[in-house]
């Protein structure tokens, strides 16, 4: 049975010819220590229960300030690798646009080395169309110059007669070289 303080205050004992009655007196102190010891046990199991609690309040606390650290850490290093991806990115865009321009350059060069080759190969072309063309006039005019007439009988008589083109070329040789028997006499030849 539990009791009171209100209990305690309206407690009445009842009186004897020499006071209390001890009985009923003695009686209500060991109800009330009872009382105090469940109370106390109870005091001392929330003591153990505060501690308990305090405790694990510490630890949550300090577990919560470790997950703030940790989450304040992650997102740290999480900014610091967004950064540097974009930094990686930017320096990638950057090597392709430079690998870009690079090929783009290297495709005009070769663009125009080969409008060049191609207008040397036009030039070439046309150099040998017009040699070719100035050597066909040649020989035509050459042909015009020369008419080879069927018909003429004495056309085969005048070809014989005609000196031979190595002929002329020995006839103008032996006129260009001095004769051997003036530089015997010691005339120089003219």
Known sequence: MRISPIDIQKKEFKSRLMGYDKAVV???????????????RQIDDLREELDLTKSSLAEMRDREATLKETLVTTQK????L???????????????ELKAERVMRNAEDRRTQLIEEIQEIKRQKIDFETSLRGLLERHVRMLDLNP??????????RL????????????????????????????PAE
């Open 26 to 40: 003695d009686q209500f102190l060991e109800l009330l220590a009872d009382e105090m010891e469940r109370l106390r």
């Open 77 to 80: 290093v999480t900014d610091e």
């Open 82 to 96: 967004r950064a540097n991806a974009r930094r990686e990115v930017d320096i990638l865009l950057a090597e392709a």
């Open 148 to 157: 080879l007439s069927l018909d003429d009988p004495h056309h085969e008589a």
């Open 160 to 187: 014989l007669e005609e000196p031979l083109p190595f002929e002329a070329d020995e006839v103008e040789l032996e006129l260009d070289m001095p004769d051997a028997t003036n530089l015997e006499d010691g005339d």
